[in-house]
């Protein structure tokens, strides 16, 4: 919903091969990106210091310069450059050592069009994430944060999640957090750990949706020596490496069929079999589990395993969207204020009327993350002790083009179905048109929302 990616993103594909370059030169100039190409590592470290570019895609094997060394060249002009790497062998070794280097991502040849131009959406989003808080130090806050940081909120609703969090803390069961992106779910997670028998433990969690299957497997389960090229040794996995503590598998939503058959194996022996062993190796870990999506769908169209959806689900819960709960707003933006000043050893700044109103009345579609972001900019952007709408994200503040009913509607005495005509219009659009959100916001039943709308003689 945001719509701040107005310029198309740059990218350098880095190849030996004068067909690869040239296919994907052709299919990223359609998908709406900025190709460079370099043929061979040589020309590749020349664009890289050249172009600046936003993200770097290059083979893994070429002769005199590597996509290794492509990796660490780009890495070192600028961190946050995602750099995803392509490899015609399944190479489990290199493509671990690339992550561990900071690989964006790592994908196997031949690919798929559409996986590729997937991966470069998400790495232009992630760079422009990355490129907008830099300055902000954001790393270095949530880090701080995820330490002591307890979960802000005073809404029905939210209250309402940490008692049920509470409750579940310290049983063993499994929780599956669902909600939309940036809700919290890492940070209910880490709050359910803290409050459990195992909070001296490790909290380890993994991005499930971030790492190839093959890769993936082996992070979760590990693998023996000699189970593929480059396996030198054994090693164990995220599980055993838990061990006493807990696991949190992020993104749940984003596993193969493959692995979720292997997840469920785990939840229901709690042992693991390493990639290429035989011999299963008992876990002592407390699984939570968190997706965006919605797993009840997934399940429905078949992309999501029943049985696992079951055993991960024993325990439940949905973290309501920042809209439903906008009672948490002026805590969240306090919460906030009062970090930054705290890293900034100086008093809070305020918020204007306007800038409080502005994001009182805003949707926050990326939820308390969105806010989060919002404030950590407005902050340092703001010279003196008050923040003033004028620095916050234009989306927030920008007033809606459309009128929200018509003047000569609202022109005489307004009847009461007038009003709620013009509410639930103004609500269906700032949900961008989503029915089934919007009815939610309007705490009526879709199948209300759907009749009014049919009344109002509103067309699809
Ligand atoms: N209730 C809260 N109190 C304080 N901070 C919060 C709260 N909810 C979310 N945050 C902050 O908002 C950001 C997003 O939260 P988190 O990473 O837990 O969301 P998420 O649901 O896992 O999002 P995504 O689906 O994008 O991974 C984090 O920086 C977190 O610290
Ligand atoms: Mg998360």
Same mark, same amino acid.
Not at 66 to 88: F, Q, W
Not at 123 to 137: D, G, I, K, M, Y
Not at 297 to 304: I, V
């Given at each position: 919903m945001t719509s701040t990616q107005a310029v198309k993103p740059s990218v350098l594909v880095v190849d030996d091969e004068t067909g690869i370059l040239e296919t994907l030169r052709i299919l990223l100039k359609n998908e709406g990106f900025t190709p460079h190409v370099a043929l061979g590592g040589k020309q590749g470290l020349d664009q890289i210091a050249a172009l600046a570019p936003d993200i770097v895609i290059t083979d893994v094997r070429m002769p005199s310069?590597?996509?290794?060394?492509?990796?660490?060249?780009?890495?070192?002009? =600028?961190?946050?450059?995602?750099?995803?790497?392509?490899?015609?062998?399944?190479?489990?070794?290199?493509?671990?050592?690339a992550v561990?280097?900071?690989?964006?991502?790592?994908?196997?040849?031949?690919?798929?069009?559409?996986?590729?131009?997937?991966?470069?959406?998400?790495?232009?989003?992630?760079?422009?994430?990355?490129?907008?808080?830099?300055?902000?130090?954001q790393e270095i806050s949530r880090r701080d944060?995820?330490?002591?940081?307890?979960?802000?909120?005073?809404?029905?609703?939210?209250?309402?999640?940490?008692?049920?969090?509470?409750?579940?803390?310290?049983? &063993?069961?499994?929780?599956?957090?669902?909600? &939309?992106?940036?809700?919290?779910?890492?940070?209910?997670?880490?709050?359910?750990?803290?409050?459990?028998?195992?909070?001296?433990?490790a909290f380890l969690s993994i991005n499930c949706g971030a790492l190839p299957e093959s890769l993936l497997e082996s992070e979760l389960f590990g693998h023996v020596k000699g189970s593929f090229t480059g396996a030198m040794k054994d090693k164990s996995g995220l599980f055993t490496a838990a061990g006493g503590g807990t696991f949190f598998l992020d993104e749940i939503g984003e596993t193969t069929p493959s692995t979720q058959v292997k997840l469920l194996r785990v939840l229901q022996q709690r042992e693991v079999i390493p990639v290429g062993g035989t011999e299963a190796v008992p876990i002592d870990t407390r699984l939570l589990a968190a997706t965006n999506r919605d797993?009840?769908?997934?399940?429905?169209?078949?992309?999501?395993?029943? =049985?696992?959806f079951y055993r991960l689900n024993v325990f439940a819960l949905h973290l309501p969207p920042l809209r439903s709960r906008r009672d948490d707003i002026p805590l969240l933006i306090d919460a906030f204020l009062?970090?930054?000043?705290?890293?900034?050893?100086?008093?809070?700044?305020?918020?204007?009327?306007?800038?409080? =109103?502005?994001?009182?009345?805003?949707?926050?579609?990326?939820?308390?993350?969105?806010?989060?972001?919002?404030?950590?900019?407005?902050?340092?952007?703001? =010279?003196?002790d008050t923040i003033d709408a004028t620095a916050l994200p234009e989306r927030i503040t920008e007033r809606r083009s459309e009128p929200l009913v018509t003047t000569h509607e609202i022109a005489a005495n307004p009847t009461l179905d007038v009003i709620e005509r013009a509410y639930i219009m103004w609500v269906l659009q700032s949900e961008g048109g989503n029915k089934s959100r919007a009815a939610e916001v309007l705490g009526i039943d879709p199948s209300t929302l759907y009749r009014k709308l049919s009344r109002y003689g509103v067309a699809e």
């Open positions: 310069v590597t996509g290794l060394e492509i990796l660490s060249a780009a890495r070192a002009k =600028d961190p946050d450059l995602p750099v995803i790497l392509m490899t015609a062998q399944a190479d489990l070794r290199s493509a671990i050592q561990n280097e900071g690989a964006y991502y790592y994908i196997q040849k031949p690919f798929v069009n559409g996986d590729i131009v997937a991966i470069l959406r998400r790495a232009a989003e992630h760079r422009q994430l990355r490129v907008e808080n830099r300055s902000l130090r944060r995820n330490g002591a940081n307890q979960p802000v909120g005073r809404s029905k609703a939210w209250l309402s999640v940490l008692r049920l969090a509470e409750t579940v803390a310290p049983t &063993e069961s499994t929780v599956l957090i669902q909600g &939309e992106s940036g809700t919290g779910k890492e940070v209910i997670a880490r709050y359910i750990h803290q409050l459990s028998a195992r909070a001296s433990g797993l009840e769908e997934e399940m429905k169209r078949g992309s999501f395993r029943s =049985d696992l009062h970090r930054a000043a705290q890293q900034r050893a100086a008093d809070p700044k305020r918020l204007t009327d306007a800038a409080l =109103d502005a994001m009182q009345a805003y949707a926050w579609p990326g939820n308390v993350r969105e806010l989060e972001n919002a404030l950590e900019r407005a902050v340092i952007l703001s =010279d003196g």
